[in-house]
């Protein structure tokens, strides 16, 4: 419920908050059982209106034009509210744990990632060369260090320079998830897909 008359997240008075999780119908079952992933950590992004939604206690603001600087409670996301659902349906059904996300811009994709699946690695790339301090900040408070990171100067066309990153991330470990919002230029895009789609799992996606 909010004041139509203010503007979110400070205004919102309740917040009600929706996931779904994953049991055996027989018997208890871990939250890491094998075989059905990290489900119960699962969140729904609450929507405030079509630019606006939170995950827990960070507020995600949709900015295709008039792009901000994200702050660690505050994010500016490149994507529209009809994206952001098809990447929330995409990520309920794989239930990814290992990924790597080309293109981190104001950092609001790597954080909703990382609140919404709190992934066993995540390893963001981006050829800007400052690091998102907002990004930094919301992987501390959050406790993801380890988990999650963000690499800053990368040519996502450098084979060597992202191949010795998602080595030393993953080592011989195939991945789940590949999402390039990064250059968007055919040969870089491409040079890219050759070096991670190959590490894909069976089953993973390369989006």
Not at 96 to 109: N, W, Y
Request: charged share 25%; aromatic share 8%; proline share 5%.
């Amino acid at each position: 419920m909010r004041n139509p008359s203010c503007f979110p997240p400070a205004c919102v008075t309740t917040i009600n908050e929706g996931g779904t999780g994953y049991s055996h119908a027989d018997r208890q079952t871990a939250w890491d059982e094998p075989g059905l992933g990290k489900h119960s950590g699962w969140r729904h992004p609450t929507w405030i209106d079509d630019e606006n939604f939170t995950i827990g206690d960070t507020h995600f603001s949709s900015a295709i034009f008039d792009r901000f600087t994200s702050t660690p409670d505050r994010f500016c996301l490149v994507k529209t509210r009809s994206l952001v659902e098809r990447y929330v349906t995409l990520l309920a059904d794989l239930a990814p744990q290992r990924i790597v996300e080309l293109g981190i811009a104001k950092g609001g994709s790597t954080a909703m990632l990382a609140a919404l699946l709190r992934p066993e690695r995540l390893v963001a790339a981006d050829i800007i060369p400052d690091r998102v301090e907002a990004l930094d900040a919301f992987i501390e408070a959050q406790g993801l260090s380890g988990r999650v990171e963000a690499h800053y100067a990368v040519d996502q066309s450098d084979k060597a320079q992202l191949g010795g990153i998602v080595d030393a991330a993953f080592g011989d470990t195939q991945l789940d998830l590949v999402l390039d919002d990064a250059s968007h230029h055919l040969d870089l895009t491409r040079a890219s897909f050759d070096l991670l789609f190959p590490r894909l799992r069976p089953g993973g996606l390369y989006v």
